[in-house]
């Protein structure tokens, strides 16, 4: 994130704002770097100026897109890092999480507190991580924030599976056949992509 422009360049005027609010340098460059990736590629698809595009704060957690002033139907979704940024665009009617984690080691009893047992196919840090990577993609899909259970959202062996809360909020969606695509996008780090329609 060391090719970022300044932040007036490409912030709207409420985005500043609670940019401004942001007050330690590490949440500051990933947060800008989220939003100007996601610009980037809204750009690329509709031409707008970047700072025409705003990517606003919303009590769910997942952000609202607007551009021109009008809230876009377009799919998004943003992740960071340890550095990096990722954003990803979908088209209208589409559904669409992302996550980026660093492989990392974590005690046993994370692994047993946020996935269930029937996740647990594998062990190891790469492993984990991944395993992280798509359940947090696939909440980002649902668009839930962090409201669900981690159990309710369960992903084994590449597909995802919803129980209580989770199950209702993917039926809410008209339940869009889910692929996830898993990779280790850049060296040390595990990335996923939900993608539904």
Partial sequence: MNRLPPAD???SSQEAAFFQTLRFPKRRVEWLGGRFALKELVHQAVGAP?????VLPHPSG???LQVGGKPSALAFSITHSHGWAVAALGPEQSRVGIDLEKIAHRIDAWAH????PSELT??????LTALWTQKEAVVKLLGTGLSLNSYDVRCVRGKAFFFGPAQEAYARLGSP???LQTSELVPGFMFTLAYGQ
């Fill in 122 to 127: 594998d062990t190891g840090d790469a492993f």
């Fill in 9 to 11: 360049e490409i912030l």
């Fill in 113 to 116: 507190d946020f996935f269930h």
């Fill in 177 to 179: 056949a889910i692929t």
């Fill in 50 to 54: 970047l700072r025409e595009i705003e």
């Fill in 62 to 64: 997942k952000p609202l």
